[in-house]
T-cell receptor, first 115, second 108 residues
Framework: EADIYQTPRYLVIGTGKKITLECSQT?????MYWYQQDPGMELHLIHYSYGVNSTEKGDLSSESTVSRIRTEHFPLTLESARPSHTSQYLC??????????????FGEGSRLTVL | RKEVEQDPGPFNVPEGATVAFNCTYS??????FFWYRQDCRKEPKLLMSVYSSGNEDGRFTAQLNRASQYISLLIRDSKLSDSATYLCVMDSSYKLIFGSGTRLLVRP
């Protein structure tokens, strides 16, 4: 089993609230990722990190921000949530060297509903 | 144009059938490719890596054709438990880009 954890698993909040989705992994992986996926739809990369103090935006425009102060921790923050942010957010990590192995280990996801 | 394109399916096949999925990609510089499997309401999991020489893992065979920029996945002797969405994944500048997935339904 992968040692990558996301909290909360489910969150229902009102518009305008600030939220942080937590993601932690205990595998010592340098590379971490956030994907967004609506039910039955494809995964979209929204943020990724190669290591501590490195963060990049993905291919899907997102109003969220991320930080990578510690190797094991990669939180995602929405400053002001809107109904359009309703989705599932999947955190993942992978190890290996510069390129990394192909295996992404995913957390169980955080399902966000903004009313 | 999407970087990774897949036929969404669904492919509806009887048990025991052989089924093949293709996936095309646009970035010719991409080095690595993978197939992932995603069950309903679950996170994706790595099924297998794809090499130019082709690779086989039991009933599953993956192939990469760099000249035509596509990868394929062949499943032989389909089982009911193979029903899932199969995701083609391209490693592009250290990002892993997922295709939209091909849904497979194996019926008794």
């Amino acid at each position: 089993e992968a040692d990558i954890y996301q909290t909360p698993r489910y969150l229902v909040i009102g518009t305008g609230k600030k939220i942080t989705l937590e993601c932690s992994q205990t595998m010592g992986h340098d590379k971490m990722y956030w994907y967004q996926q609506d039910p039955g739809m494809e995964l979209h990369l929204i943020h990724y990190s190669y290591g501590v103090n490195s963060t990049e935006k993905g291919d899907l425009s997102s109003e969220s921000t991320v930080s990578r102060i510690r190797t094991e921790h990669f939180p995602l923050t929405l400053e002001s949530a809107r109904p359009s942010h309703t989705s599932q957010y999947l955190c993942a990590s992978r190890g290996g060297g510069l390129v990394g192995t192909g295996e992404l280990f995913f957390g169980e996801g955080s399902r966000l509903t903004v009313l | 144009r999407k970087e990774v394109e897949q036929d969404p399916g669904p492919f509806n096949v009887p048990e025991g059938a052989t089924v093949a999925f293709n996936c095309t990609y646009s970035n010719s510089a991409s080095q690595s490719f993978f197939w992932y499997r995603q069950d309903c309401r679950k996170e994706p999991k790595l099924l297998m890596s794809v090499y130019s020489s082709g690779n086989e893992d039991g009933r599953f065979t993956a192939q990469l054709n760099r000249a035509s920029q596509y990868i394929s996945l062949l499943i032989r002797d389909s089982k009911l438990s193979d029903s899932a969405t199969y995701l083609c994944v391209m490693d592009s500048s250290y990002k892993l880009i997922f295709g939209s997935g091909t849904r497979l339904l194996v019926r008794p």
